[in-house]
């Protein structure tokens, strides 16, 4: 029996495709841009190696793309029947990528716990775990689950950066910044390229208002990226936070053309939509152009690209970000098939179609609502998602743009009220006081916030 990196047994043919395997696993925990090739090598020295067909349908759904969905299945066929011998916790895998699959991420998630129960090595269960527990809002869930398989792991062990990256980051979208940090500059201390690190800790700076110390922290480590793949481009995007808080929009305007939305760079011509990149660009956008910056036409190919994803509704928390680039634009026949599709699509059962029912679905027609001028109808759409928007996923930092919405309608509809309720839900998450916070510090003033 041949055995991973982490010394768990794996049904496969050699050595040398353990060995493959293994040399995948740390692709995907890097962030390495090279990982889909290096499954292909895993593959190819065991193609019936049934735990990584799995893999290979996890990674069709990562990106949250309806147009992948058909190799999802496919792989989940193979792997279906390549593990019909294997051993319990490979086939428990295959049943999260059929769970998830089916629309229910949230059943995926019970299926990993419980491989990390019998497995608490398990890194892929518990990478996944923590990455969808992050989409779903549920950073309680991502602590925990650092917490149960810690005692089980140590420093000698590959893949301990990663226990300490993800401890990193869900101490800090639960608040506890001092022990994040700690954790995050841990991680970096033992390799310098891991991303999610850096990620988790220029959160930290972010939430903290150490602005200085964010710029240094990202422009510090970039060197590292080489190889990299698109979270590089969000650690860039929250560079280009720090700049918009300093007012220097030239800089941000820089860092959407040369790294977090450069449409020439090869991670860019690969995935041009994807996910987490269509958020950066929409959500600085959007924040510039409530502080008056002209951004051109920047606008046009996302619209572009939100009209080709009409009906796709994988990743709920980017559909408001559709929404913004079609409003942007006055795409208002568009915009109004984009809430159309979401409304036939959380009409379903499961837990995503509740995801984009619940929240997605009000955000993104609230966006519609203000940009059309409707600014009570705006809040009336969205205040009942409000308590419950961190459902949606994405972070504190991302979801930030939704709350600046909402107090924009909030202002338009001379609703002082809503405005209020808004600037103390922030000011009671965010360390920084909202006079010293560009999206807020108006708002607090002509309300007399302090």
């Known amino acids: ?16 495709a353990a060995e493959a395997w293994s040399h995948t696993l740390a692709g995907y925990l890097g962030y390495r841009a090279d990982t889909g090739a290096r499954l292909a090598a895993t593959l190819a020295a065991d193609p019936e190696f049934g735990l990584a067909h799995c893999l290979s349908g996890y990674f069709a759904l990562l990106g949250f ?24 916790r490979e086939q428990a895998h295959v049943a999260a990528l059929a769970a998830w699959l089916d ?50 792991w140590d420093e000698a062990l590959p893949g301990w ?21 700690a954790a995050g500059r841990a991680a970096i201390a033992l390799d310098p390229s891991d991303l999610w690190a850096a990620h988790g800790v220029a959160h930290v700076l972010e939430m903290q ?10 422009d510090g480590l970039s060197a590292q990226w080489e190889g990299a793949n698109n979270l590089r481009h969000h650690l860039y995007w929250h560079a280009a936070l720090v700049h918009y808080e300093h007012g220097a929009f030239d800089r941000v305007l820089a860092l959407y053309d040369r790294q977090f939305r450069n449409l020439a760079a090869p991670l860019s011509l690969a995935q041009p939509d994807l996910y987490i990149d269509v958020q950066n660009a929409a959500a600085m956008l959007f924040r510039l152009q409530r502080q008056g910056v002209a951004v051109g036409d920047r ?15 994988l990743s709920a928390f980017t559909l408001p970000h559709w929404a913004m680039a079609l409003a942007a634009t006055g795409r208002e026949a568009a915009a109004e098939r984009l809430i159309d599709a979401m409304r036939g699509f959380g009409a379903g059962a499961g837990g995503l179609a509740a995801q984009v029912r619940d929240y997605a679905l009000p955000v993104a027609a609230a966006v519609l609502a203000h940009a059309r001028g409707r600014h009570a109808e705006a809040l009336d759409l969205m205040r009942p998602a409000l308590g419950g928007m961190h459902q949606l996923g994405g972070s504190h930092a991302q979801q930030d743009v939704f709350e600046q919405l909402f107090l924009d309608a909030a202002l338009a509809a001379g609703s002082a009220e809503d405005a209020r309720l808004l600037l103390q839900r922030v000011a009671g998450r965010h360390v920084v006081p909202l006079a010293r916070r560009r999206g807020y510090a108006a708002a607090a003033r002509q309300l007399g916030f302090a």
């Open 1 to 16: 029996m041949h055995r991973d990196q982490q010394g768990l047994a794996v049904t496969v043919a050699s050595a040398a």
């Open 65 to 88: 793309n309806a147009a992948l969905l058909p190799a999802a299945a496919e792989a989940l066929a193979r792997a279906r029947r390549l593990t019909a011998t294997a051993s319990a």
């Open 103 to 152: 629309g229910a991420p949230d059943r995926a998630v019970a299926v990993w716990e419980t491989i990390l129960r019998d497995h608490p090595r398990d890194v892929l269960a518990f990478r996944l775990a923590h990455f969808v527990n992050f989409w779903l809002g549920r950073p309680d869930r991502m602590l925990a689950s650092v917490i149960a398989v810690a005692p089980h």
């Open 161 to 181: 950066g990663t226990l300490l990256a993800c401890r990193c980051f869900a101490l800090e979208e639960c608040g506890h910044y001092t022990e994040a940090e």
């Open 209 to 218: 208002g150490r602005r200085g110390e964010g710029i240094a922290w990202i």
């Open 299 to 313: 606008w046009t190919e996302l619209a572009d690209k939100a009209e080709a994803r009409i009906g796709d509704c």
